[in-house]
């Protein structure tokens, strides 16, 4: 197949955007509205942070300590997004080097371990859990255990995700990092 050289226009090579795929609700786990929904007030607060401080001169005190928890609840409910896709940060040069098969057994390994992890996580996350039930927020009139139900929560999804994708693995699915 031979690319046509594209017609020049005015600071350089027009480029033919491809049309984007059509929404289909499979592309989406239960994990994604939950991230959706902290992701957007998380911004909504920063904001409110930022134009209270800098625009009325006088800040809201709750507003930082309530983007760092949306920041942490981001963080791991995103995280069970991230296994799912299989998108987690990672060195994929050795797999260029692997056959297709020690490639895919390769990432079951890994897989077990990091759901191992996981799983350890979520074990302490579960311990802080009533550790943390008595102390407050600093500003906010709620518990700590309100954060770490949702690290609780976002570590188990994280640890279900894993062994889903392990398990497709395991059937024979792609061996590719980033392959669903």
């Known amino acids: 197949m031979t690319?046509?050289?594209?017609?020049?226009?005015?600071g350089g090579i027009q480029v033919e955007e491809a049309p984007d795929p059509p929404f289909d609700w499979r592309d989406y786990g239960l994990e994604d509205l939950p991230a959706f929904l902290i992701f957007w007030g998380l911004t909504v607060i920063v904001f409110l942070q930022f134009f209270t401080?800098?625009?009325l001169n006088n800040s809201l005190s709750w507003t930082e300590e309530a983007a760092r928890y949306?920041?942490?609840?981001?963080?791991f409910i995103g995280g069970g997004l991230v296994c799912r896709r299989r998108a987690h940060i990672a060195v994929e040069y050795l797999h260029t080097l692997m056959?297709?098969?020690?490639?895919r057994r390769l990432m079951i390994v890994v897989e077990a371990i990091a759901a191992l992890f996981f799983a350890y996580l979520a074990y302490i996350g579960w311990r802080l859990i009533g550790v943390m039930g008595g102390q407050r927020m600093a500003v906010i009139d709620l518990t700590m255990a309100w954060l770490y139900w949702v690290v609780?929560?976002?570590?188990?999804?994280?640890?279900?995700?894993?062994?889903?994708?392990?398990?497709r693995r395991l059937q024979g699915d792609s061996p590719w990092a980033g392959d669903i």
């Open 99 to 103: 056959s297709r098969a020690a490639s």
């Open 70 to 75: 949306f920041l942490i609840a981001l963080t």
């Open 152 to 167: 609780f929560a976002g570590l188990i999804v994280m640890l279900l995700r894993t062994l889903q994708s392990m398990w």
């Open 3 to 10: 690319v046509e050289p594209q017609e020049p226009v005015e």
């Open 53 to 55: 401080r800098y625009v």
